[in-house]
Each structure stands twice: as structure tokens, then as C-alpha cells.
């Protein structure tokens, strides 16, 4: 597709639920990032990949956060037994094209709002 | 986690004014970047600075990477309602490695017509 594509765009889990949020980046797109956005505030990190290696995980709150990316394209966020601090806005975003000569900035997806109750 | 310091949080102005708002840092950043971000969407990147003391404009927005490499300004000239929304400055530390971006809390502009 011609941007990052980030499904479901809403979830509401009940607290103690697993759930996954999915990213599709731009293709070609070597680098992945996943940033959280609580309401109000801007986005922090959590992690990022450079094809299917996971290069920095440190922005991860806790243990219950995993991401992968197994074929260096598509990328799940995987948040286990949900809290309610775990609400907030899950943006995904990918850059550089190997061969195009320029190292762009992230292009950030519409993000996925999760609410947990 | 670490975040910049943004300034103002938010302004409300009259169309056709001029903005401004800045970012502060503690650290040193190699890059800095100025995004914007409408209701339910993704930001978007507007300008991005990679050397200490840069100028750089596009179309009515304007920012500079301070000399310091700790702050950054960006200015919006006759603004138009279209400018409406929260602006995030982030930059990127100066880390081997360092891919990632940190934000500061963002500024709410918005505009009487």
C-alpha cells in the first residue's frame, strides 16, 4: 500500500485480555518502529526493528509488551493480560528503502486507539 | 520516559498571525524534527533538521536547530485554518545506534477566523 496501515484502528479489551495489533508498513520499508501516545501527551518509544531483527526493545514498559516482525515485513504488538494504563494510542511507523540513496524519516500509520475496561 | 520540553502547550491566535513555539532539551539531539498531527491520524512530518545552527523552511514554517544541538524553534507565518491541530518537535539521540525518536508533549494551536 502507499502508506502504513495499522489494523484494528480501535479495540476495546477487558482488563486481563491478551491482545495484538498489527502493522503493515510501507513497502520496501526496512525500519519499523512501534511508539505508544497516551492521551495528551506525545508519542514515546517502544521499540524498534530493522528487518526481521528487533534492534531496541528498551522503550518497552514491562514484560507483558512483545513485538515481532518474523519476515522483516509485517510487524504484531502483542500485549498480554492488559491493564488499564496499557489505554492509549499505538502508532506504527517505517523508513528507509535500501538503494534510493536517502535515509527518510518515519512515515507514522493512523495508529491503533486501545481501551482497556 | 524522557520527553522534550514544548512550548507553549497550547495558543490560541487570530488567522493571519505569526507562531511560534520551541523545544528544550537536557540532552543532546543530533537531529531534530517537527511533526503535525490532526485528530485520529498519524503525524506528519513537516521540517527536518540534522545539522547545529540550520535553517530551514517550508512554505510558511520555518525551524532551526539550535546551536547548542538542545532546542529547536519552529515559526508558522499568516497562519490559516488549516494550521489547526497539535505540533510535536522530536529529536533523535545522540547514540550510536540510536534510531528511535523522543517527543516533547506537543502544542495545540488553534485559530479564531
Known amino acids: 500500500g502507499a502508506g502504513v496501515s495499522q489494523s484494528p484502528r480501535y479495540k476495546v479489551a477487558k482488563r486481563g485480555q491478551d491482545v495484538a495489533l498489527r502493522c503493515d508498513p510501507i513497502s520496501g520499508h526496512v525500519s519499523l518502529f512501534w511508539y505508544q501516545q497516551a492521551l495528551g501527551q506525545g508519542p514515546e518509544f517502544l521499540t524498534y526493528?530493522?528487518?526481521?531483527?528487533?534492534?531496541?526493545k528498551s522503550g518497552l514498559p514491562s514484560d507483558r509488551f512483545f513485538a515481532e516482525r518474523p519476515e522483516g515485513s509485517v510487524s504484531t504488538l502483542k500485549i498480554q493480560r492488559t491493564q488499564q494504563e496499557d489505554s492509549a494510542v499505538y502508532l506504527c511507523?517505517?523508513?528507509?528503502?535500501?538503494?534510493?540513496?536517502?535515509?527518510?524519516?518515519?512515515?507514522f500509520g493512523q495508529g491503533t486507539r486501545l481501551t482497556v475496561v | 520516559g524522557q520527553q522534550l520540553n514544548q512550548s507553549p502547550q497550547s495558543m490560541f491566535i487570530q488567522e493571519g498571525e505569526d507562531v511560534s513555539m520551541n523545544c528544550t532539551s537536557s540532552s543532546i539531539f543530533n537531529t531534530w524534527l517537527w511533526y503535525k498531527q490532526d485528530p485520529g491520524e498519524g503525524p506528519v512530518l513537516l521540517i527536518a533538521?540534522?545539522?547545529?545552527?540550520e535553517l530551514t523552511s517550508n512554505g510558511r514554517l520555518t525551524a532551526q536547530f539550535g546551536t547548542t544541538r538542545k532546542d529547536s524553534f519552529l515559526n508558522i507565518s499568516a497562519s490559516i485554518p488549516s494550521d489547526v491541530g497539535i505540533y510535536f518537535c522530536a529529536g533523535r539521540p545522540i547514540i550510536q545506534g540510536a534510531q528511535k525518536l523522543v517527543f516533547g508533549q506537543g502544542t495545540r494551536l488553534t485559530i479564531n477566523p
Open positions: 511507523a517505517s523508513s528507509y528503502r535500501p538503494g534510493t540513496g536517502a535515509n527518510t524519516e518515519a512515515f
Open positions: 526493528f530493522q528487518n526481521e531483527a528487533q534492534l531496541d
Open positions: 533538521l540534522y545539522k547545529a545552527g
